[in-house]
């Protein structure tokens, strides 16, 4: 069964200091999105993307993040100089069309741990 | 914000159902219901979603009142496995694809 991979598993950075966290999303998937969950607290919306460009941010994402898709497969979260506070798991999702009102399911990859000293 | 009400926290036997309600009283005549669940801090896993009629999968089945304004979800036969945080999620039309997860129900399957 297709799944949704993301690397690397876990990843300790410093503060101040770029980190790309790596997706691949199910391959005939065309929208993607982050998620992350800071320890004990909820899963938040951070992107999504479609066709190449961003469709919608929360207010966490703000200009320190950015999305690219740079190739074929792969989907990155950049965090272009962490903070303490961007220490969270870091989960990618993909469905293959708009999760809109014809029900399109999302499918979470196993998530990034991230930890900002 | 989440729209939707759910226990945080329910037990069940080991082999018996696990009935898991949600109360989503503003949900809108086209947005659909889906739940998900998350093990421990794996990433969210997919169960069921629907619309107004039952649904049933190879995990769960998926009650919805005749209202719409609430809903069920059973795991028929629970396993120590099934032991997780269950997300029930209405999608607000309005603030697009996103998901909102709340707080969810943990389950706790008891042998």
């Known amino acids: 069964e297709p799944e949704v991979t993301q690397t690397p598993s876990h990843q300790v950075t410093q503060m101040g200091q770029e980190v790309i966290l790596r997706c691949v999303p199910i391959?005939?998937?065309?929208?993607f999105y982050w998620y992350r969950q800071i320890l004990g607290q909820k899963v938040e919306f951070l992107v999504s993307f479609y066709n190449n460009e961003i469709s919608e941010k929360s207010e966490i994402f703000d200009d320190q993040f950015s999305v690219e898709r740079p190739d074929g497969s792969n989907f990155t979260l950049k965090i272009r100089s962490t903070k303490l506070e961007d220490s969270a798991m870091y989960f990618c999702?993909?469905?293959?069309?708009?999760?809109?009102?014809?029900?399109?399911?999302?499918?979470f990859g196993p998530g990034t741990r991230l930890l900002v000293l | 914000d989440a729209k939707t009400t759910q226990p945080p926290s329910m037990d069940c036997a080991e082999g018996r159902a696990a009935n898991l309600p949600c109360n989503h009283s503003?949900?809108?005549?086209?947005?659909?219901v889906y739940w998900y669940r998350q093990i421990h801090s794996q990433g969210p896993q997919y169960i069921i979603h629907?619309?107004?009629n039952n649904e049933t999968n190879e995990m769960a089945s998926l009650i919805i009142t005749e209202d719409r304004k609430s809903s069920t979800l059973i795991l028929p036969h629970a396993t120590l496995r099934d032991t997780a945080v269950y997300y029930c999620i209405v999608r607000v039309v309005s603030t697009g694809n996103q998901f909102y997860f709340g707080t969810g129900t943990s389950l706790t399957v008891i042998p």
């Open positions: 503003t949900i809108s005549g086209n947005e659909y």
């Open positions: 999702a993909s469905s293959q069309m708009a999760s809109g009102g014809r029900g399109e399911t999302q499918y």
């Open positions: 629907g619309l107004k």
């Open positions: 391959s005939n998937h065309l929208y």
